[in-house]
């Protein structure tokens, strides 16, 4: 009997999240984190699934929001700050987006998973954005990370941030108050758009397959740079970073990744991302990631554009 590959949609997230859990997945898509945006942003949640014979081979999830007298589908929106949607599959595939779209979306955006085998997809695009981030792989020891992926010049300015007697602590990311003072004096320091409280209290205090480190370091007791990390069992992202104030370059940042990339790897992670780099418009940033990992792993932004077809109206009581 040959096999029988459709693609279909689903709100059954219970089913999702034991796919997510007996295969590789990343934290950005678990229902937990989804669900949070979907009720604090407004949005319309749901899966994109790939069946063989029935059963779940790939799921991709997607937020649908009202544009004008459309709707638009968007996976991974980080425009509430989620860095990464896409597809994740139990078994290699090479997905030409335009098939599994098959007419069903009217509009649909996307920010896909950085191109790692365990992800098991390779993409065929009509139109899309080529972008990259770096990746250090945690299958290696502690020891070889150091030397080979660390770069001399962060080693050294690692070294100088001992002899400066910054620390690194772990604050309860359930200290929510703690958190979010830093986190908007950080924010208010850059310009940077501020997210309400409620988000991340929601975030830190309901997820239950993803969780949350909140790294600072600091001297004479007095916290300077921050890094959030979001990870699941297999990946860890550099989720957020923060800097309060202008200070010297003493490796308060440097001693905050060392510690973030021997956290992810203690905590039994395959992957830690430092995410996006670019090497034009933010070279400085990328010469600094570039110092604890020499792979650069793409990832890609994707539209695609439809005539109005309806899907799905018994789930969703619309047109899309």
């Known amino acids: 009997m040959p096999e029988k590959i459709e693609f279909n949609f ?4 219970n089913l999702i999240t034991d796919f997510l859990n007996n295969n590789f997945s990343s934290p950005t898509h678990y229902p937990d984190w989804n669900l949070i945006i979907s009720e604090d942003f ?3 949640f749901f899966y994109h699934v790939c069946l063989k014979n029935g059963n779940i081979i790939g799921i991709c999830p997607y ?5 004008n007298s459309y709707y638009d589908n968007y996976s991974g929106p980080q425009i509430y700050l989620i860095p990464y949607g896409g597809w994740i599959f139990s078994e290699k595939i090479v997905l030409d987006l335009k098939q599994s779209n ?6 649909i955006q996307g920010c896909t998973l950085p191109l790692i085998p365990e992800f098991n997809v390779n993409y065929k695009f009509t139109n899309h954005t080529d972008s990259e981030t770096l990746v250090v792989d945690l299958y290696k020891s502690e020891e070889e990370i150091w030397n080979h992926d660390v770069s001399s010049k962060r080693r050294n300015m690692i070294r100088k941030s001992m002899l400066n007697n910054i620390e690194v602590e772990s604050i309860d990311v359930n200290d929510i108050d703690r958190f979010y003072e830093f986190y908007c004096d950080a924010n208010n320091r850059i310009s940077l758009q501020i997210f309400p409280k409620k988000y991340f209290y929601d975030l830190f205090t309901k997820s239950i397959n993803i969780k949350f480190e909140f790294l600072v370091s600091k001297i004479n007791n007095i916290p300077y740079s921050g890094i959030v ?4 069992k297999n990946y860890a992202i550099y989720w957020l970073g923060m800097t309060r104030g202008e200070i010297q370059n003493l490796g308060f940042g440097e001693v905050l990744q060392w510690e973030a990339i021997k956290f992810a790897k203690k905590s039994g ?3 830690y991302d430092l995410s996006t780099i670019e090497k034009i418009s933010l070279p400085q940033i990328y010469k600094f990631k570039k110092g604890f990992s020499k792979t650069e792993t793409p990832f890609y932004f994707y539209s695609e ?16």
């Open 10 to 13: 689903t709100k059954n997230y």
């Open 63 to 67: 937020h649908r929001s009202k544009n």
């Open 42 to 44: 407004a949005t319309d």
């Open 102 to 107: 098959n007419g069903n979306f009217k509009s």
């Open 269 to 271: 992670c395959r992957y």
């Open 305 to 320: 554009k439809k005539l109005i077809n309806k899907i799905h109206k018994r789930l969703f009581g619309t047109k899309n």
């Open 229 to 232: 990390i979001a990870y699941d």
